[in-house]
């Protein structure tokens, strides 16, 4: 089974930008009710969405007070566990960030290794791309970062 995903987030000033659980040097954070990570946002509801069952806001309400400020390596390590408890195994991710900036790629390997971690798989299954939009639209205008993402599981 396959599970597509797929998040935005706006920055904003004064926080932190984290994405796939790395804290990157950047001009903004990303809003959020949680650490705002847009990447495991959307591979969570890629994994959620291949289980066949409900999407983040299910598990995560907004507003929950329970999720404010929580990493979202937890939120992956959810989905890890609702698979477990689907009887269900995760084979691979794969996700593509879309920001104007910053540049990912230093960053990569320590995204890999953390979703990796949080899904029970290892890095090498952890796919992780980045791409500009070429100035156009909100992520063109760098407005936030959307992030887009697939999970496969047997
Ligand atoms: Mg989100």
Redesign the pocket.
């Known amino acids: 089974m396959i599970g597509i995903g797929y998040?935005v987030?706006r920055f904003k000033e004064g926080r932190p930008l984290i994405l796939g659980g790395v804290e990157i040097p950047h001009s903004h954070g990303l809003d959020?009710h949680s650490d705002a990570d847009?990447l495991c946002?959307a591979l969570a509801d890629a994994v959620l969405g291949a289980l066949g069952l409900p999407d983040i806001g299910f598990y995560f309400p907004p507003g929950d007070p329970s999720c404010a400020g929580i990493s979202s390596l937890k939120i992956l390590e959810k989905c890890r566990q609702l698979a477990d408890e689907e009887g269900r195994t995760l084979i691979n991710v794969d996700a593509t960030l879309v920001a104007e900036a910053p540049k990912v790629l230093p960053h990569r390997e320590a995204m890999r290794i953390n979703i990796g971690q949080a899904l029970g798989i290892p890095p090498q299954r952890v796919g992780i791309k980045a791409t500009t939009n070429e100035t156009m639209g909100f992520v063109g205008r760098r407005e936030g970062i959307a992030a887009m993402a697939v999970a496969q599981v047997s």
């Open positions: 998040d987030h959020g847009v946002h």
